[in-house]
């Protein structure tokens, strides 16, 4: 979701910062796996969320994830998005960004993150807002489903979550996008 320094859609990866090319190997805090919603933090973000189709609620000061400008890790309207998508910042690229070093372990946390979810995913476990997250396995699928959630949740937990506190949304009146 972060980084103003990201690609347009033409950019060789040679030429991407390290942030780009972190966010443009993951996409999951606009999938909707993190979070059922983003929050609008400015005045304007409802204008630009409402222009570019997000699904926003107005009244609780959000829009809805998944993102439908998602198109596979890349942000269809990454010149126009609302606040948050240029600030939010996980775990995992704030200490990239903070302490330095070679990109390549996050690169792999990252491919490894979304390894454990396809899996999880091809055993019919959900990660959508909103699905209740619940497994249904025997025998070594159960011992494997275990295994497999138990890296993911921690994996999450630690390189995920947003590495600063965001503030609280701003609400607009139910309706605020129509007309
Ligand atoms: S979860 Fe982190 S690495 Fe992934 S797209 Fe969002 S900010 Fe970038
Ligand atoms: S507008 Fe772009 S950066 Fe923001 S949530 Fe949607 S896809 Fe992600």
């Known amino acids: 979701m972060s980084?103003?320094?990201?690609?347009?859609?033409?950019?060789?990866?040679?030429?991407?910062s390290g942030s780009a090319r972190l966010c443009l190997?993951?996409?999951?805090?606009?999938?909707?796996?993190?979070?059922?919603?983003a929050p609008l933090l400015k005045p304007g973000d409802l204008t630009v969320a409402a222009r570019n189709?997000?699904?926003?609620?107005?009244?609780?000061?959000?829009?809805?994830?998944?993102?439908?400008?998602?198109?596979?890790?890349?942000?269809e309207t990454?010149?126009?998005?609302?606040?948050v998508c240029g600030t939010f910042r996980c775990a995992l690229l704030a200490r990239f960004?903070?302490?330095?070093?070679?990109?390549?372990?996050?690169?792999a946390a990252i491919a490894r993150t979304k390894e454990l979810l396809a899996?999880?995913?091809?055993?019919?476990?959900?990660?959508?807002p909103g699905a209740e997250r619940k497994m249904e396995a025997s025998g070594a699928d159960a011992y494997e489903m275990m295994s497999t959630v138990h890296e993911l949740m921690q994996?999450?937990?630690t390189d995920f979550v947003g590495a600063e506190t965001l503030?609280?949304?701003?609400?607009?009146p139910a309706g605020a996008t129509e007309g």
């Open 25 to 37: 190997a993951c996409g999951l805090c606009c999938s909707g796996v993190l979070s059922p919603a």
């Open 167 to 172: 503030p609280d949304p701003l609400k607009f």
């Open 97 to 107: 960004e903070d302490e330095g070093g070679p990109i390549e372990p996050h690169l």
């Open 78 to 83: 990454y010149t126009d998005r609302p606040t």
């Open 53 to 75: 189709r997000l699904r926003v609620v107005p009244e609780e000061g959000v829009f809805a994830l998944p993102c439908p400008r998602l198109n596979g890790t890349r942000c």
């Open 119 to 128: 899996f999880a995913e091809s055993k019919g476990m959900s990660f959508a």
């Open 155 to 157: 994996r999450l937990h």
């Open 3 to 16: 980084d103003d320094s990201s690609p347009g859609p033409v950019t060789a990866p040679s030429e991407l």
